[in-house]
C-alpha cells in the first residue's frame, strides 16, 4: 500500500492542543455569558435536508452551501448547514409544542461555507449563536446588543463599536430616493460592500444597476448620515418619517436605544451606521454587526431581527432576533492583541508527577491519583526509557507545566512531597498530605 501525502482540504484546519485550549477559553468565556443572560443551548445536525437550506438566505450566499453526498438509499438530498439560525427555525416549527416562548437558545457548533479561504474566513468554522424567538418587543433586540457587549469586554475588547441599521430603514430610504421594489435587492447588495469599496463605489455600482444619478445622490446622502445619540434618527424623521417604512423602522430603533440606556450598554460602544445591511435576505428590522478599531478583520459579530423564516417552517410566523459572534476572527484578534490570560495557550497540566525508578513508579502512581482527586490537573511521568530527573525536568519545561512533584525514595520514606515551581526555581517539600493544599498555593 503506498503511502498517503497528508493534507487538508481548502478551508479546513487542524488545532493542536495549545491552539485547542485557547479555543476552549474563549467558547467557555461567550457560554457563561450565554448562562448569564438565561439562554439554554441547543444542539442539531451538520447536515439538513436541501429543502431546509435553499430559498432562506439569498442567491448570493446559496452559491456557498455545501451538497453532501449521502447513502444511495437516501432519497431526499442533503446539504451541510450554511449557519444555525435555519436550522433553529426549523427546530421551533417541530418542537413547538414542547418549548416553552419567549425561547431563548444559544448554540456553539461548526457551519460549513464555501468561501474563497483568506486570513479571518474559512470553509469550515464556528459560529455562537444567540436568539430570541417569541417576542416583537424591541427589549428582545436590545437584550443582545447588551449579550454581545458583555461577552467582548470579558475577553477583553475595548475597542469596538456595534453598528445598528433597520431594513425598514433602508427600504424607506430607497422608497425617498426613487428606487423602485424591483430596484431594492441591488440597492441592498450594493450598500452591502461600503465598508470595501467605500462611498464612491456605492454610487458606482449603484448607477451601473441602472438606478438614476439623482436618485443615487439622494440615497447616498441619507446614507452617510451621521449623529450623537439618536440624533441621527431625528434627522431621518424629519426627512422621511412620512414615508410608512422608514417611521417604522426609526420609532423601532428609538424603542432599542431606551432598551440599551436601562441595561446599563455604553453608549460609546454603540453607532446607528445606515450602511449596515448584512447581507441575508431573511431580515426584516433591526440588523447589527461589530467591528474593531484596530486591526481591522472585518465584522466579528452580526445579526438581526428576522420575523418571517420560521413561518417558512410553519403555518404562522414567529417574532424572532439573534445574534451571531465571529468566534473565529475573535480567535485570531485575540492572539494579534494579546487578549490571553498569561495561563491560557501553554498546556492545562498543573503539576507533573516525577518517576525515579521502577520501584518508585507505583508510588509516583498514588501521589498522581492522590492530586487527581484533589482536582489538580496531574500528569504521571510515563517514559520508563528515561527515568533521569532531568530528562523529566525538560519535559514538563518544554510542555509549560508550572510545577514538577519529586518523589524519590527519601520523599517516599519521609512521607513528604518536593513540590518545585519552574518559573522561578523555588521549591519546598510538604507532607504527603498536603500536596494539593500546597500545589494550589503555588500555582497562585
Known sequence: MSNVKPRLPKGMRDFLPQAMIKRDYVFGVVREVFHLYGFEPLQTPVMELRETLYGKYGADA????FDAQHARSDKDPYALRYDLTVPLA??????????????????????????????????EFYQCDADIVGLASMAADAELISLLVTALQRLGFTSFVVKINNRKILTGMGQYSGVSDEQLPDLYRSVDKYDKVGAEGVQKELEERGIATDVVARMMELLQTHGEGTAS?????????????????IAELRQMADHMRA??????????????????????????????SEPNLGSISGGGRY???????????????????????IIDLMDILGLYPPHIGGTLVEVLVTVFNEATQAESARLAAELRRAGIKTELYMDDAKYKLGKQFAHADQKQIPLVAVLGDDEIAQGVVKLKRLRDGYEQSVARADAAALVRQLLL
Not at 238 to 248: C, D, F, Q, S
Not at 312 to 323: D, E, Q
Open 62 to 65: 446559496e452559491q456557498l452551501i
Open 90 to 123: 426549523r427546530v421551533v416549527a417541530m418542537y413547538e409544542n414542547e418549548l416553552k416562548f419567549p425561547f431563548k437558545r444559544y448554540h456553539i457548533a461548526p457551519v460549513w461555507r464555501g468561501e474563497r479561504p483568506q486570513r479571518g474566513r474559512y470553509r
Open 233 to 249: 434618527l431625528d434627522f431621518l424623521a424629519r426627512v422621511m418619517g412620512h414615508i410608512p417604512a422608514a417611521a417604522e423602522g
Open 263 to 292: 441595561l446599563g450598554v455604553p453608549s460609546h460602544l454603540v453607532s446607528f451606521d445606515y450602511t449596515v445591511v448584512r447581507g441575508l435576505g431573511y431580515y426584516t428590522g433591526p440588523i447589527f454587526e461589530t467591528v474593531i
Open 307 to 329: 420575523d418571517d423564516l420560521i413561518g417558512l417552517f410553519r403555518k404562522t410566523s414567529l417574532p424572532t432576533t439573534g445574534v451571531s459572534l465571529g468566534i473565529e476572527r
